[in-house]
């Protein structure tokens, strides 16, 4: 049986932002699988691996980051959290306030958030606010808000603490595979992700603990992809709705992570990321939410146009749990099959009663 006890009690713990003194507010988070993928493996021969951080407590890497904030605003007296969000951060941050006994206040774009994330934010106690705009509205009111009330803004927007907290998912994955990957692949929505995936890898490099870097493969959604095109998308869409981000707040560290890796950020169409989506689920048995299947749609773009050579170990962080959007999974052409509950009108429906 292991003893487990989130990232602050863990050997990570050197590398985080936290006195001797700070309390951990923790779920436990961290410690994710690390699955190989045999089919995308063969598929692109290669050595693909899935990060799997849709199994945090929250269901998604967002917990990573946030025990370190709000174990911060906890320990510095405050009453309340305050963040703006596409769904995750939300509930990542109603989650560990409601551990530390805090109020969570969250900002989120109205009818813009998987259900399953609002239904996180209902029952962890958060006071909702759905604001008639983008995510990035939300983010403004939020940083105003914040600069007049007394609320800890737990954003990733200058927010130190959330993104050293992200970093660990790096140190777990040289851990895990005794080397860093020659490529990480991730989706990209605020930018902060990628921001300190890097960053991870590079403080595992700089600690002499890994002897090389990889390069960072980014991926936003067509619709939404401001560090693509390098200018803000006013109206950013698609149905991902969890990377539907106009104007990135961690932009430069996004593009120094791309640059700085010899990476690229690049742009993967619905089709492509929806089309992940369900190989994910049935090829490996890993029930991801739709934008975390960007980074497998983007790998396999890059194979498809010959721009992954063969034979390199590949990371992809799948960053949310499926279950938050089952909508998502219900409006993707299931059709319900019917029978009595007589087992042998069951048999007949299945075309087992030959
Ligand atoms: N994948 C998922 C499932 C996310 O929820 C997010 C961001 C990302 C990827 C992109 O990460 O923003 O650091 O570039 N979700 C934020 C939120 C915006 O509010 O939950 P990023």
Redesign the pocket.
């Known amino acids: 049986m292991s003893s487990w006890r989130g990232l602050i009690d863990s050997s990570y713990r050197r590398w985080l932002p936290v006195s001797d003194t700070t309390p951990a507010v923790t779920l436990h988070e961290g410690a994710t699988p690390l699955l190989r993928s045999e089919h995308l493996s063969a598929l692109t021969d290669c050595d693909v691996w899935l990060k799997v951080e849709g199994a945090n407590p929250t269901g998604?890497f967002?917990d990573r980051g946030m025990t370190i904030a709000v174990s911060t605003a906890a320990a510095a007296g405050v009453r309340a959290v305050l963040c703006?969000?596409?769904?995750?951060?939300?509930a990542s941050a109603a989650a560990y306030a409601a551990r530390a006994g805090l109020a969570a206040v969250v900002l989120v774009p109205r009818g813009r958030i998987a259900l399953g994330k609002l239904a996180q934010a209902i029952r962890y106690g958060a006071r909702i606010v759905e604001i008639g705009g983008t995510?990035d509205d939300c983010l403004r009111v939020a940083r105003e808000l914040a600069a007049h009330h007394p609320a800890a803004l737990v954003n990733?927007v200058g927010n130190e603490l959330r993104l050293a907290g992200q970093r660990t998912v790096s140190y777990e994955i040289v851990d895990a595979l005794g080397r860093a990957p020659d490529i990480h692949c991730l989706?990209?929505?605020?930018?902060?992700?990628?921001t300190a995936t890097w960053g991870g890898y590079r403080t595992y490099a700089r600690e002499g603990l890994a002897s090389t870097l990889p390069r960072i493969w980014g991926f936003q959604a067509a619709g939404a992809a401001p560090l693509v095109h390098g200018v803000p998308v006013a109206d950013p869409t698609t149905e991902a709705t969890?990377?539907r981000?106009g104007n990135?707040a961690?932009w430069d560290g996004a593009i120094a992570a791309r640059d700085e890796s010899g990476g690229m950020i690049g742009a993967v169409t619905d089709e492509e990321i929806f089309d992940a989506y369900r190989a994910v689920a049935r090829r490996d048995g890993v029930f991801a939410?739709p934008?975390?299947a960007a980074g497998i749609a983007g790998l396999l773009r890059e194979h498809a146009t010959g721009r992954l050579a063969a034979g390199q170990t590949v990371v992809i962080t799948l960053?949310?749990n499926g279950l938050k959007d089952t909508e998502a999974s219900l409006r993707d052409g299931y059709q319900p099959t019917e029978a009595s509950a007589a087992t042998a009108d069951v048999a007949r429906t299945l075309g087992w009663d030959s």
């Open positions: 998604s967002k703006a969000s596409t769904g995750n951060t939300s995510f990733s989706p990209v929505g605020n930018g902060g992700n990628i969890a990377i981000v990135p961690t939410e934008a975390s960053s949310g």
